[in-house]
C-alpha cells in the first residue's frame, strides 16, 4: 500500500540530510544471546525490527540503550546468573554527534566486569518495554492503591496537543486526560480519561487505552532515541497504523530515532521498505535482512499455507507473471507453490544467497532489469515487468485483452497506449485500469496471462517450468547457472 502523508513528508526530510545530528547510525552485538557480531544498520529514523520469538529483537534495543551514558548499563540488561555467564561479549555502535561526525563507540565485558561505560556519549534514551502493556490493577502496589480510601492529591493534565494526538490515535474524542497520584503514594501515577461526559480511570479503561494514554503523555526530547519493544500489543490494527503516523509526525518535527520491534505487518506496512530489518536465524548464525516486504515477513513467522517450495519475487506484480508463465505450461504446478514478495531487489540478492538454509526448497526471481545475481534467477524479457508486459502487448496491438474485459479493442489500445507515456512504469497499470474502469490486479493478471500464451518465448517458459519442477523435485539448480549465459539471461548481459 502506498506510504501514509506522515511518513511521505518524514522521508522527504530524511532524504534531504539535514536533519538528526544525533543519531545511531549501526549496531554490532557481539558474545550475546547467538550474536557473532551481525550489524544493524539504521538507514531512517523509524526502523521496525521484525523476526520470530527469540530470535533477539529486543537484545537489539536493550543493546542500543546500553551504548549511550544514561541510566541504563548493559549489566542491567545481559546480567550474570546462576545459568547464565556473558563472557567476552561487545557491543559497537556508530554514532553520529553533529558537526564531530561520527565516532564508534563499545562497551565490553571481556571477563568479569563491563567495560566503556565512562566513554559513552550522551544521549537521552527513553527504552520502553513489555511492561507498560500490564494492566493497572496487576501492577505491583496498584491494588492497594485503588482499596485505598485516600484522595486525588495533585496531577499532571495532558496538554492540548497530547490530548489531541490521543483522540486521534483512539479514533475518540477526549474531552480530558491526566495522570492521578493520591496521598496514599505519590510514587505510583493513574491514568485519568474523560470522554463522553464520563471519567474513568486505568483501573476500569481497556489495556490498549491505558497503554496508550501512557505511552503518548511520555515527553520525548528532541534528538533524543525511543526504543519501544512489540509496539503494537495490544492495539488493534487502526490504532497500529495511526500509531506509526503519529510517531512520524513526532519524528519529523524533533528529530528524534524511533527503533521498535514487532510481528505485525500493519506497522510494517505503514513504514519505507529502507526502515524494515529482518532476522533470522539459520545453520550459519543470524541472517539480517533489509528491506523485507510485510508479505515476506509474516509469511516466515507463520507456518500456513504448507506449499512444496516458496517462490520469491520482487513485489505482487512480478509474483503474479511468474505465476501465469508457470500456467502457461503447468497449471497443476500453482497449487504446490507459496509466491512470496520480498521487496527490494537487494532483499532478493541476499536471500539467493541463503537458498541452502531455507526449510523448504526455494527460488528467488530478480526482476529482469536487474544484473545477474548468485542464486537468484531473472524474470524474461531484460526490463521491469510492466514494461516488458505492456510493450509486448502492444506490439500484438494488444489482442486477447478486450473480449477478457468486454471493452473495445480501440479503447484497450488507447488506454495502454496513454499508460506508456507516464515516465513511472510503476503507474501504468493503474492509470490503464481507471482508464478502461477496471481492478487494477485484474487487468494485470489478464495482460501477464495473454503476454505469457501471445509474446514469451516458448524455450523461455519451458525453462522456467523445468527448473520449478527441479525445485520441487528436491534437485539443486545446475551449477554455475549464474555465471554462465544461460537461456535465462540472454537479454541481460
Known amino acids: 500500500m502506498p506510504l501514509s502523508r506522515e511518513m511521505r513528508l518524514l522521508q522527504t526530510k530524511w532524504q534531504g ?5 544525533k543519531r545511531l547510525e549501526w549496531l554490532e552485538i557481539k558474545g550475546i544471546r547467538g ?9 531512517f529514523p523509524i526502523v521496525a525490527i521484525v523476526g520470530e520469538n527469540g530470535v533477539g529483537k529486543s537484545t537489539v534495543l536493550q543493546a542500543m540503550a546500553s551504548v549511550y551514558k544514561g541510566d541504563q548499563f548493559a549489566s542491567d540488561f545481559f546480567p550474570d546468573t546462576p545459568w547464565d555467564r556473558v563472557r567476552g561479549a561487545t557491543i559497537e555502535a556508530s554514532i553520529r554527534e553533529g558537526e564531530k561526525g561520527s565516532t564508534v563507540s563499545s562497551v565490553r565485558k571481556p571477563t568479569n566486569r563491563w567495560r566503556g561505560n565512562p566513554e559513552r556519549i550522551q544521549r537521552v534514551v527513553e527504552y520502553i518495554d513489555l511492561r507498560r502493556i500490564q494492566p493497572i490493577s496487576a501492577r505491583t502496589g496498584y491494588a492497594r492503591l485503588a482499596k485505598s480510601q485516600n484522595k486525588e492529591t495533585k496531577f499532571e493534565a495532558f496538554d492540548e496537543a497530547t490530548l489531541d494526538r490521543l483522540s486521534h490515535v483512539m479514533a475518540r474524542k477526549y474531552e480530558n486526560a491526566r495522570l492521578a497520584i493520591t496521598e496514599f503514594d505519590e510514587t505510583r501515577s493513574v491514568p485519568v480519561l474523560q470522554r463522553d461526559g464520563s471519567s474513568f480511570s486505568g483501573f476500569h479503561g481497556g489495556a490498549g487505552e491505558t497503554a496508550m494514554a501512557e505511552l503518548l503523555k511520555r515527553r520525548v ?37 524511533f527503533v521498535l520491534t514487532t510481528h505485525s505487518p500493519y506497522v510494517l506496512s505503514e513504514l519505507p521498505s529502507e526502515a524494515r530489518i529482518y532476522i533470522m536465524d539459520g545453520s550459519a548464525g543470524k541472517q539480517i535482512i533489509k528491506g523485507v ?8 513467522m507463520d507456518e500456513e499455507p504448507h506449499p512444496e517450495a516458496d517462490i ?4 505482487p ?3 503474479q507473471l511468474l505465476k501465469e508463465i508457470i500456467i502457461s505450461r503447468d497449471r497443476d504446478l500453482i497449487g504446490r507453490l507459496q509466491f512470496i514478495p520480498y521487496g527490494a531487489a537487494s532483499v532478493g540478492r541476499a536471500l539467493g544467497q541463503m537458498l541452502d538454509k531455507f526449510p523448504r526448497p526455494s527460488m528467488v526471481f530478480l526482476d529482469g532489469d536487474q544484473a545477474v545475481s548468485p542464486g537468484c534467477i531473472l524474470l524474461p524479457g531484460g526490463d521491469a515487468p510492466e514494461r516488458v508486459v505492456f510493450e509486448g502487448l502492444s506490439e500484438k496491438n494488444c489482442v486477447g485483452i478486450a473480449s477478457r474485459i468486454s471493452r473495445s479493442e480501440s479503447e484497450v489500445i488507447d488506454a495502454c497506449t496513454s499508460a506508456m507515456t507516464l515516465a ?29 500464451k501471445q509474446c514469451l518465448k516458448d ?3 519451458k525453462e522456467i517450468v523445468d527448473l520449478v519442477k527441479m525445485t520441487l523435485g528436491g534437485h539443486p539448480l545446475p551449477v554455475g547457472l549464474w555465471e554462465q549465459k544461460h537461456p535465462l539471461f540472454a537479454t541481460r548481459e
Not at 35 to 43: A, C, H, N, P, V
Not at 221 to 245: A, G
Not at 312 to 315: G, I, M
Request: aromatic share 10%; charged share 30%.
Open 312 to 315: 520469491y519475487a520482487e513485489d
Open 317 to 319: 506484480r512480478s509474483a
Open 459 to 461: 524455450k523461455e517458459s
Open 35 to 43: 550474536w557473532k557480531g551481525q550489524r544493524i544498520e539504521l538507514d
Open 221 to 257: 526530547q528532541k534528538y533524543s532515541i525511543v526504543l519501544i519493544d512489540e509496539v503494537e500489543t495490544s492495539l488493534h490494527p487502526r490504532i497500529q497504523r495511526r500509531l506509526v503516523r503519529d510517531l512520524a509526525n513526532l519524528c519529523r518535527d524533533i528529530e528524534c530515532q
Open 293 to 300: 516486504s510485510p508479505d515476506f515477513a509474516m509469511t516466515k
Open 424 to 452: 513511472d512504469h510503476h503507474d501504468w497499470v493503474r492509470y490503464a485500469g481507471d482508464r478502461l474502469v477496471v481492478g487494477g490486479n485484474v487487468l494485470w493478471q489478464i495482460m501477464c496471462s495473454e503476454w505469457s
Open 17 to 21: 540530510g539535514q536533519g538528526w545530528p
